[in-house]
Protein backbone atom coordinates (compact mmCIF):
# COMPACT_ATOMS: atom_id res chain seq x y z
CA UNK A 1 0.00 0.00 0.00
CA UNK A 2 2.76 2.36 0.81
CA UNK A 3 4.22 1.56 -2.46
CA UNK A 4 1.37 2.58 -4.81
CA UNK A 5 0.80 5.84 -2.29
CA UNK A 6 4.55 6.62 -2.83
CA UNK A 7 3.63 6.02 -6.99
CA UNK A 8 0.60 8.29 -6.96
CA UNK A 9 2.75 11.17 -5.30
CA UNK A 10 5.82 10.64 -7.47
CA UNK A 11 3.19 11.26 -10.85
CA UNK A 12 1.39 14.08 -9.31
CA UNK A 13 4.52 15.60 -8.29
CA UNK A 14 6.37 15.11 -11.75
CA UNK A 15 6.87 18.14 -14.02
CA UNK A 16 4.52 17.37 -17.27
CA UNK A 17 1.54 16.06 -14.90
CA UNK A 18 -0.39 19.46 -14.70
CA UNK A 19 0.20 20.01 -18.29
CA UNK A 20 -1.49 16.38 -19.09
CA UNK A 21 -4.36 17.60 -16.91
CA UNK A 22 -4.81 20.66 -18.96
CA UNK A 23 -4.41 18.84 -21.69
CA UNK A 24 -6.85 15.82 -21.63
CA UNK A 25 -9.69 18.89 -20.34
CA UNK A 26 -8.96 20.75 -23.48
CA UNK A 27 -9.39 17.10 -25.50
CA UNK A 28 -12.34 16.54 -23.48
CA UNK A 29 -14.26 20.05 -24.38
CA UNK A 30 -13.32 18.78 -28.31
CA UNK A 31 -14.51 15.63 -28.63
CA UNK A 32 -18.45 15.92 -28.53
CA UNK A 33 -19.30 18.01 -31.12
CA UNK A 34 -16.98 18.52 -33.63
CA UNK A 35 -16.32 15.57 -36.45
CA UNK A 36 -15.34 15.69 -39.89
CA UNK A 37 -18.63 14.46 -41.58
CA UNK A 38 -18.02 12.71 -44.47
CA UNK A 39 -16.27 9.45 -42.91
CA UNK A 40 -18.92 8.90 -40.38
CA UNK A 41 -21.11 6.04 -43.04
CA UNK A 42 -17.59 4.60 -42.94
CA UNK A 43 -17.15 4.67 -39.15
CA UNK A 44 -20.74 3.61 -38.33
CA UNK A 45 -20.97 0.70 -40.97
CA UNK A 46 -18.09 -0.73 -39.74
CA UNK A 47 -18.87 -0.62 -36.73
CA UNK A 48 -22.68 -1.88 -36.75
CA UNK A 49 -21.10 -5.02 -38.87
CA UNK A 50 -18.09 -5.79 -36.61
CA UNK A 51 -20.32 -5.66 -33.26
CA UNK A 52 -23.09 -8.07 -34.52
CA UNK A 53 -19.72 -10.00 -35.44
CA UNK A 54 -19.67 -10.05 -39.47
CA UNK A 55 -17.03 -9.48 -41.83
CA UNK A 56 -16.73 -5.93 -42.33
CA UNK A 57 -14.41 -6.33 -45.16
CA UNK A 58 -16.56 -9.15 -46.57
CA UNK A 59 -19.34 -7.03 -46.96
CA UNK A 60 -17.08 -3.74 -48.03
CA UNK A 61 -18.84 -2.22 -45.64
CA UNK A 62 -15.33 -0.29 -44.49
CA UNK A 63 -12.42 0.50 -45.89
CA UNK A 64 -10.74 1.27 -42.34
CA UNK A 65 -7.80 -1.17 -41.07
CA UNK A 66 -8.83 -3.83 -38.06
CA UNK A 67 -7.21 -2.51 -35.15
CA UNK A 68 -9.56 0.13 -35.31
CA UNK A 69 -12.43 -2.15 -34.35
CA UNK A 70 -11.17 -4.25 -32.28
CA UNK A 71 -10.09 -1.07 -29.99
CA UNK A 72 -13.59 0.35 -30.75
CA UNK A 73 -15.41 -2.76 -29.95
CA UNK A 74 -15.63 -2.73 -26.13
CA UNK A 75 -16.45 0.79 -25.78
CA UNK A 76 -19.53 0.10 -28.41
CA UNK A 77 -20.92 -2.73 -27.23
CA UNK A 78 -21.28 -1.32 -23.23
CA UNK A 79 -22.64 1.19 -24.92
CA UNK A 80 -24.98 -0.65 -26.97
CA UNK A 81 -25.72 -3.00 -23.54
CA UNK A 82 -27.00 0.31 -22.11
CA UNK A 83 -29.03 0.67 -24.99
CA UNK A 84 -27.22 4.07 -25.68
CA UNK A 85 -28.54 5.86 -28.84
CA UNK A 86 -25.88 6.58 -31.85
CA UNK A 87 -28.68 7.41 -34.35
CA UNK A 88 -27.92 10.02 -37.03
CA UNK A 89 -30.50 12.90 -37.79
CA UNK A 90 -30.93 14.19 -41.29
CA UNK A 91 -29.92 17.52 -41.93
CA UNK A 92 -33.04 18.98 -43.60
CA UNK A 93 -32.03 22.01 -45.52
CA UNK A 94 -29.11 21.71 -48.02
CA UNK A 95 -29.94 24.63 -50.22
CA UNK A 96 -28.20 22.98 -53.05
CA UNK A 97 -25.01 22.62 -50.80
CA UNK A 98 -24.41 19.07 -51.41
CA UNK A 99 -24.43 19.09 -55.26
CA UNK A 100 -21.39 20.64 -54.60
CA UNK A 101 -20.04 18.11 -51.84
CA UNK A 102 -19.98 20.74 -49.70
CA UNK A 103 -22.47 19.93 -47.61
CA UNK A 104 -22.90 16.81 -45.06
CA UNK A 105 -26.49 15.04 -44.92
CA UNK A 106 -26.25 14.06 -41.36
CA UNK A 107 -24.68 14.69 -38.07
CA UNK A 108 -23.46 11.86 -35.16
CA UNK A 109 -24.64 12.08 -32.12
CA UNK A 110 -22.03 12.95 -29.49
CA UNK A 111 -21.79 10.23 -27.56
CA UNK A 112 -20.91 8.37 -30.58
CA UNK A 113 -17.98 10.86 -31.15
CA UNK A 114 -16.89 10.46 -27.31
CA UNK A 115 -16.52 6.83 -27.57
CA UNK A 116 -14.66 6.76 -31.40
CA UNK A 117 -12.13 9.59 -29.82
CA UNK A 118 -11.51 7.81 -26.52
CA UNK A 119 -8.60 5.75 -27.98
CA UNK A 120 -6.87 8.47 -29.48
CA UNK A 121 -6.57 10.45 -25.65
CA UNK A 122 -4.98 7.04 -24.95
CA UNK A 123 -2.30 6.62 -27.47
CA UNK A 124 -2.05 10.78 -27.86
CA UNK A 125 -1.11 10.27 -24.29
CA UNK A 126 1.17 7.41 -24.55
CA UNK A 127 2.81 8.84 -27.70
CA UNK A 128 3.88 12.22 -25.79
CA UNK A 129 5.09 10.19 -23.04
CA UNK A 130 7.35 8.28 -25.27
CA UNK A 131 8.38 11.54 -26.22
CA UNK A 132 9.48 12.72 -23.36
CA UNK A 133 11.12 9.05 -21.97
CA UNK A 134 13.36 8.94 -25.83
CA UNK A 135 14.42 12.78 -25.50
CA UNK A 136 15.71 12.38 -22.10
CA UNK A 137 17.79 9.16 -22.88
CA UNK A 138 19.01 11.59 -25.99
CA UNK A 139 20.22 15.14 -24.31
CA UNK A 140 21.79 16.27 -21.73
CA UNK A 141 19.26 19.70 -21.47
CA UNK A 142 17.21 18.58 -18.52
CA UNK A 143 14.24 21.12 -19.84
CA UNK A 144 14.58 19.29 -23.48
CA UNK A 145 12.25 16.71 -22.40
CA UNK A 146 9.08 18.74 -21.13
CA UNK A 147 9.61 21.05 -23.53
CA UNK A 148 9.41 18.97 -26.41
CA UNK A 149 6.60 16.96 -25.08
CA UNK A 150 4.65 19.76 -24.62
CA UNK A 151 5.36 20.86 -28.52
CA UNK A 152 3.15 17.11 -29.18
CA UNK A 153 0.79 17.21 -26.60
CA UNK A 154 -0.37 20.74 -27.49
CA UNK A 155 -0.03 20.81 -31.01
CA UNK A 156 -2.80 22.76 -32.89
CA UNK A 157 -2.25 20.41 -36.05
CA UNK A 158 -2.16 17.08 -33.80
CA UNK A 159 -5.45 18.23 -31.66
CA UNK A 160 -7.39 19.23 -35.03
CA UNK A 161 -6.54 15.73 -36.63
CA UNK A 162 -7.44 13.34 -33.53
CA UNK A 163 -10.60 15.74 -32.12
CA UNK A 164 -11.86 17.77 -34.55
CA UNK A 165 -11.46 15.25 -37.48
CA UNK A 166 -11.47 11.98 -35.30
CA UNK A 167 -9.10 10.23 -37.70
CA UNK A 168 -7.16 7.38 -36.07
CA UNK A 169 -4.06 8.20 -37.86
CA UNK A 170 -2.49 9.03 -34.37
CA UNK A 171 -2.61 5.80 -34.18
CA UNK A 172 -0.03 5.31 -37.12
CA UNK A 173 2.53 7.88 -35.05
CA UNK A 174 2.46 6.13 -31.98
CA UNK A 175 3.14 2.31 -32.95
CA UNK A 176 6.11 3.99 -35.72
CA UNK A 177 7.72 6.06 -32.65
CA UNK A 178 7.10 3.41 -30.44
CA UNK A 179 8.90 1.49 -32.82
CA UNK A 180 11.78 3.34 -33.69
CA UNK A 181 12.22 3.86 -29.67
CA UNK A 182 12.76 0.51 -29.14
CA UNK A 183 14.95 0.00 -32.28
CA UNK A 184 17.35 2.46 -30.86
CA UNK A 185 17.07 0.97 -27.22
CA UNK A 186 17.93 -2.39 -28.76
CA UNK A 187 14.63 -4.18 -28.63
CA UNK A 188 14.47 -5.35 -31.70
CA UNK A 189 11.74 -7.96 -31.00
CA UNK A 190 9.65 -5.69 -29.28
CA UNK A 191 10.38 -3.00 -32.27
CA UNK A 192 8.76 -4.94 -34.90
CA UNK A 193 5.68 -5.62 -32.82
CA UNK A 194 5.02 -2.43 -32.68
CA UNK A 195 5.57 -2.16 -36.19
CA UNK A 196 3.62 -4.49 -36.84
CA UNK A 197 0.45 -3.60 -34.38
CA UNK A 198 0.92 -0.19 -35.96
CA UNK A 199 0.28 -2.07 -39.97
CA UNK A 200 -3.17 -3.29 -38.43
CA UNK A 201 -3.90 0.52 -38.11
CA UNK A 202 -2.73 1.63 -41.74
CA UNK A 203 -0.33 -0.09 -44.45
CA UNK A 204 2.40 3.21 -43.47
CA UNK A 205 4.56 1.41 -40.73
CA UNK A 206 5.17 -2.17 -42.60
CA UNK A 207 6.88 0.56 -45.21
CA UNK A 208 8.95 1.48 -42.79
CA UNK A 209 9.69 -1.37 -40.85
CA UNK A 210 10.03 -3.14 -44.49
CA UNK A 211 13.94 -0.78 -45.34
CA UNK A 212 14.92 -0.71 -41.27
CA UNK A 213 14.71 -4.51 -41.27
CA UNK A 214 17.29 -4.41 -44.66
CA UNK A 215 19.58 -1.91 -42.44
CA UNK A 216 19.80 -4.34 -39.43
CA UNK A 217 20.67 -7.19 -41.90
CA UNK A 218 23.66 -5.51 -43.95
CA UNK A 219 24.64 -2.60 -41.93
CA UNK A 220 28.36 -2.47 -41.72
CA UNK A 221 28.64 -3.72 -45.24
CA UNK A 222 30.48 -0.44 -46.05
CA UNK A 223 33.23 -2.58 -44.48
CA UNK A 224 34.45 -5.69 -43.58
CA UNK A 225 32.69 -7.78 -41.46
CA UNK A 226 33.88 -10.91 -38.87
CA UNK A 227 31.61 -13.71 -38.91
CA UNK A 228 30.55 -13.50 -35.50
CA UNK A 229 29.28 -10.19 -36.55
CA UNK A 230 27.27 -11.22 -39.48
CA UNK A 231 25.55 -13.70 -37.24
CA UNK A 232 24.79 -11.08 -34.53
CA UNK A 233 23.26 -9.10 -37.81
CA UNK A 234 21.01 -11.84 -38.71
CA UNK A 235 19.73 -12.20 -35.02
CA UNK A 236 19.00 -9.02 -35.15
CA UNK A 237 17.03 -8.99 -38.08
CA UNK A 238 14.93 -12.16 -37.39
CA UNK A 239 14.15 -10.70 -33.94
CA UNK A 240 12.39 -7.80 -35.82
CA UNK A 241 10.80 -9.58 -38.42
CA UNK A 242 10.03 -11.90 -36.20
CA UNK A 243 8.10 -9.69 -34.26
CA UNK A 244 6.27 -7.81 -36.97
CA UNK A 245 4.81 -11.25 -38.48
CA UNK A 246 4.00 -11.89 -34.06
CA UNK A 247 1.49 -9.27 -34.31
CA UNK A 248 0.41 -9.63 -37.91
CA UNK A 249 -0.83 -13.32 -37.54
CA UNK A 250 -3.44 -13.20 -35.18
CA UNK A 251 -5.08 -11.08 -37.47
CA UNK A 252 -4.28 -12.44 -40.16
CA UNK A 253 -7.78 -13.26 -42.02
CA UNK A 254 -8.49 -9.60 -41.75
CA UNK A 255 -5.40 -8.16 -42.37
CA UNK A 256 -5.42 -10.16 -45.94
CA UNK A 257 -8.98 -9.05 -46.69
CA UNK A 258 -8.21 -5.28 -45.74
CA UNK A 259 -4.86 -5.10 -47.38
CA UNK A 260 -7.30 -6.73 -50.95
CA UNK A 261 -9.11 -4.34 -50.10
CA UNK A 262 -6.62 -1.40 -50.26
CA UNK A 263 -5.02 -2.71 -53.13
CA UNK A 264 -8.11 -2.64 -55.09
CA UNK A 265 -9.27 0.31 -54.16
CA UNK A 266 -5.43 2.17 -54.62
CA UNK A 267 -5.15 0.08 -58.33
CA UNK A 268 -8.90 1.91 -59.27
CA UNK A 269 -7.83 5.00 -58.27
CA UNK A 270 -8.66 8.02 -60.66
CA UNK A 271 -8.16 11.10 -58.82
CA UNK A 272 -5.69 13.21 -57.43
CA UNK A 273 -6.50 16.04 -56.49
CA UNK A 274 -3.90 17.93 -54.62
CA UNK A 275 -2.64 17.73 -51.46
CA UNK A 276 0.54 18.38 -49.22
CA UNK A 277 3.26 16.49 -51.80
CA UNK A 278 4.44 17.07 -55.33
CA UNK A 279 0.50 17.34 -56.50
CA UNK A 280 -0.03 20.28 -54.34
CA UNK A 281 -0.86 21.85 -57.58
CA UNK A 282 -3.73 19.02 -58.55
CA UNK A 283 -6.19 20.92 -56.25
CA UNK A 284 -6.88 23.03 -59.38
CA UNK A 285 -9.22 20.56 -61.62
CA UNK A 286 -7.78 21.90 -64.84
CA UNK A 287 -4.07 21.02 -63.50
CA UNK A 288 -6.10 17.77 -61.39
CA UNK A 289 -7.04 16.50 -65.22
CA UNK A 290 -3.86 16.78 -66.41
CA UNK A 291 -2.03 14.70 -63.39
CA UNK A 292 -4.95 11.95 -63.75
CA UNK A 293 -3.60 11.56 -67.06
CA UNK A 294 -0.89 9.84 -65.82
CA UNK A 295 -2.30 7.98 -62.71
CA UNK A 296 -1.27 4.17 -64.18
CA UNK A 297 1.62 5.86 -64.33
CA UNK A 298 1.94 7.44 -60.62
CA UNK A 299 0.48 3.38 -59.66
CA UNK A 300 2.99 1.74 -60.49
CA UNK A 301 5.39 3.64 -59.02
CA UNK A 302 3.99 2.86 -55.43
CA UNK A 303 3.83 -0.58 -56.18
CA UNK A 304 6.97 -0.67 -56.62
CA UNK A 305 7.84 1.16 -53.54
CA UNK A 306 8.89 -1.73 -51.43
CA UNK A 307 11.50 -2.29 -54.24
CA UNK A 308 12.77 1.25 -54.36
CA UNK A 309 12.99 1.09 -50.35
CA UNK A 310 14.92 -1.86 -50.48
CA UNK A 311 17.43 -0.49 -53.03
CA UNK A 312 17.90 2.61 -51.15
CA UNK A 313 18.40 0.63 -48.11
CA UNK A 314 21.30 -1.33 -49.46
CA UNK A 315 22.60 2.00 -51.14
CA UNK A 316 22.74 3.29 -47.38
CA UNK A 317 24.34 -0.07 -45.71
CA UNK A 318 27.25 0.42 -48.59
CA UNK A 319 28.42 4.16 -47.41
CA UNK A 320 27.01 4.62 -44.08
CA UNK A 321 27.88 2.83 -40.81
CA UNK A 322 24.88 2.42 -38.78
CA UNK A 323 24.70 3.73 -35.13
CA UNK A 324 21.27 4.59 -33.01
CA UNK A 325 20.95 7.61 -33.68
CA UNK A 326 21.37 7.18 -37.63
CA UNK A 327 18.67 4.60 -37.52
CA UNK A 328 16.62 7.33 -36.10
CA UNK A 329 17.19 9.71 -39.04
CA UNK A 330 16.66 7.04 -41.53
CA UNK A 331 13.22 5.85 -40.06
CA UNK A 332 12.30 9.42 -40.71
CA UNK A 333 13.50 9.58 -43.96
CA UNK A 334 12.04 6.22 -44.80
CA UNK A 335 8.64 7.93 -43.49
CA UNK A 336 9.18 10.77 -45.43
CA UNK A 337 9.68 8.75 -48.69
CA UNK A 338 5.82 7.53 -48.08
CA UNK A 339 4.44 10.53 -48.69
CA UNK A 340 5.97 11.33 -52.36
CA UNK A 341 4.97 8.48 -53.42
CA UNK A 342 1.61 8.12 -52.59
CA UNK A 343 -0.85 7.32 -55.24
CA UNK A 344 -3.86 9.54 -53.80
CA UNK A 345 -4.34 12.57 -52.31
CA UNK A 346 -1.52 13.33 -49.37
CA UNK A 347 -4.65 14.17 -47.09
CA UNK A 348 -3.15 16.30 -44.20
CA UNK A 349 -3.77 13.95 -41.26
CA UNK A 350 -0.84 11.50 -43.23
CA UNK A 351 1.64 14.46 -41.70
CA UNK A 352 1.32 12.71 -37.92
CA UNK A 353 2.22 9.83 -39.02
CA UNK A 354 6.04 11.93 -38.61
CA UNK A 355 5.94 14.47 -36.53
CA UNK A 356 6.82 12.26 -33.36
CA UNK A 357 9.82 11.56 -34.75
CA UNK A 358 10.94 15.62 -36.22
CA UNK A 359 10.60 16.71 -32.81
CA UNK A 360 12.20 13.78 -31.33
CA UNK A 361 14.82 14.61 -33.60
CA UNK A 362 14.88 18.56 -32.78
CA UNK A 363 16.45 17.42 -29.57
CA UNK A 364 19.62 16.70 -31.39
CA UNK A 365 19.44 19.08 -34.39
CA UNK A 366 16.77 21.99 -33.33
CA UNK A 367 16.30 23.71 -37.09
CA UNK A 368 13.80 20.55 -37.28
CA UNK A 369 11.75 22.22 -35.16
CA UNK A 370 11.03 24.98 -37.33
CA UNK A 371 10.36 22.47 -40.26
CA UNK A 372 8.16 21.07 -37.48
CA UNK A 373 6.09 24.19 -37.22
CA UNK A 374 6.37 25.03 -40.96
CA UNK A 375 4.68 21.20 -42.11
CA UNK A 376 1.60 21.53 -38.96
CA UNK A 377 0.70 25.20 -39.82
CA UNK A 378 0.65 23.83 -43.91
CA UNK A 379 -1.84 20.81 -42.89
CA UNK A 380 -3.72 23.02 -40.46
CA UNK A 381 -4.42 25.52 -42.78
CA UNK A 382 -4.87 23.12 -46.01
CA UNK A 383 -7.55 21.53 -43.44
CA UNK A 384 -9.21 24.32 -42.69
CA UNK A 385 -9.56 25.53 -46.18
CA UNK A 386 -11.18 22.62 -47.97
CA UNK A 387 -14.77 23.58 -47.02
CA UNK A 388 -14.00 25.71 -44.43
CA UNK A 389 -13.64 25.77 -40.63
CA UNK A 390 -17.88 25.47 -40.21
CA UNK A 391 -18.14 21.89 -41.88
CA UNK A 392 -17.05 20.62 -38.57
CA UNK A 393 -19.39 21.82 -37.02
CA UNK A 394 -21.87 19.90 -38.01
CA UNK A 395 -22.75 18.13 -34.32
CA UNK A 396 -23.07 21.29 -32.21
CA UNK A 397 -25.60 22.30 -34.49
CA UNK A 398 -28.03 19.55 -34.66
CA UNK A 399 -27.17 19.34 -30.53
CA UNK A 400 -27.00 21.93 -29.19
CA UNK A 401 -28.61 26.09 -29.41
CA UNK A 402 -25.49 27.64 -30.31
CA UNK A 403 -25.74 27.28 -34.00
CA UNK A 404 -29.00 26.72 -36.29
CA UNK A 405 -28.00 24.11 -39.02
CA UNK A 406 -29.28 25.86 -41.82
CA UNK A 407 -27.61 28.45 -40.69
CA UNK A 408 -24.60 26.48 -40.71
CA UNK A 409 -25.27 25.04 -43.98
CA UNK A 410 -25.64 28.33 -45.80
CA UNK A 411 -22.54 30.00 -44.85
CA UNK A 412 -20.64 26.72 -45.85
CA UNK A 413 -22.11 26.96 -49.37
CA UNK A 414 -21.41 30.61 -49.60
CA UNK A 415 -17.73 29.80 -48.51
CA UNK A 416 -17.39 27.10 -51.31
CA UNK A 417 -18.87 29.72 -54.10
CA UNK A 418 -16.33 32.34 -53.57
CA UNK A 419 -14.41 33.11 -57.03
CA UNK A 420 -11.05 32.05 -56.61
CA UNK A 421 -8.39 34.41 -58.29
CA UNK A 422 -6.21 31.42 -60.02
CA UNK A 423 -8.98 28.91 -59.66
CA UNK A 424 -12.60 28.63 -60.16
CA UNK A 425 -13.16 28.93 -56.16
CA UNK A 426 -10.87 30.21 -53.10
CA UNK A 427 -10.89 27.03 -51.66
CA UNK A 428 -9.05 25.67 -54.30
CA UNK A 429 -6.32 28.43 -54.40
CA UNK A 430 -6.10 28.07 -50.68
CA UNK A 431 -5.38 24.17 -50.92
CA UNK A 432 -2.72 24.81 -53.68
CA UNK A 433 -0.83 27.45 -51.43
CA UNK A 434 -0.64 25.35 -48.62
CA UNK A 435 -0.29 22.16 -50.18
CA UNK A 436 2.68 23.99 -52.16
CA UNK A 437 3.74 25.03 -48.68
CA UNK A 438 3.49 21.52 -47.08
CA UNK A 439 5.46 20.49 -50.00
CA UNK A 440 8.34 22.85 -49.82
CA UNK A 441 8.30 21.36 -46.08
CA UNK A 442 8.22 17.88 -46.92
CA UNK A 443 11.36 18.57 -49.41
CA UNK A 444 13.46 20.55 -47.04
CA UNK A 445 13.02 18.16 -44.30
CA UNK A 446 14.12 15.33 -46.74
CA UNK A 447 17.16 17.19 -47.75
CA UNK A 448 18.34 17.84 -44.31
CA UNK A 449 17.46 14.14 -43.39
CA UNK A 450 20.09 12.85 -45.86
CA UNK A 451 22.40 15.53 -45.40
CA UNK A 452 22.95 14.83 -41.30
CA UNK A 453 23.18 11.43 -42.78
CA UNK A 454 25.87 11.97 -44.61
CA UNK A 455 27.56 14.40 -42.04
CA UNK A 456 28.03 11.34 -39.39
CA UNK A 457 29.75 9.63 -42.16
CA UNK A 458 32.37 12.83 -43.06
CA UNK A 459 32.66 13.06 -39.08
CA UNK A 460 33.62 9.78 -38.94
CA UNK A 461 35.78 9.96 -41.75
CA UNK A 462 38.03 12.63 -40.17
Given at each position: ?????????????????????????????????LTWPFDLGAYRSG????????????????????????????????????????????????????????????????????????????????????????????????????????????????????????????????????????????????????????????????????????????????????????????????????????????????????SYLMYEGISKEIS???????????????????????????????????????????????????????????????????????????????????????????????????????????????????????????????????????????????????????????????????????????????????????????????
Amino acid sequence: MQTIISLFHRVLDHEIFGYIMIGLLLRLVLMPYLTWPFDLGAYRSGLAYFLNGYDPYFFHASIYPPLVYFLTLPLFSIAYSFRFSFNSPTISDLIGGSSMGAVASSAVNPGFLVLWKLPLLCFDLLAGIVIYHFVKGMTVDPKAPKRLFLVWFFNPFTLAISYVHGSYDLLVAFFILLGVFLLYKGSYFSAGLSLGLGTLAKTAPILVALPLSIILLFRGSEGSLSVSALKAHARDFLRFTGGVGASLLPFALLFVEYSYLMYEGISKEISITGGLNQWFFAADPQKSYYVNQFIGTIQTAFFYYPLICVVVSLFFCKFLKFDQERVLFAATFFTFLIYFFLPITMQPQYLVWVLPLLIVISSLKRHFIWLLGLCSAAGLLFYLSIQSPLVFFYPLAMYTSLWRPEELVRYITVYSNIPGVFSRFLRQDLCTLFGGIGFVGLVTTTILLIQNLWVHKNDEAK
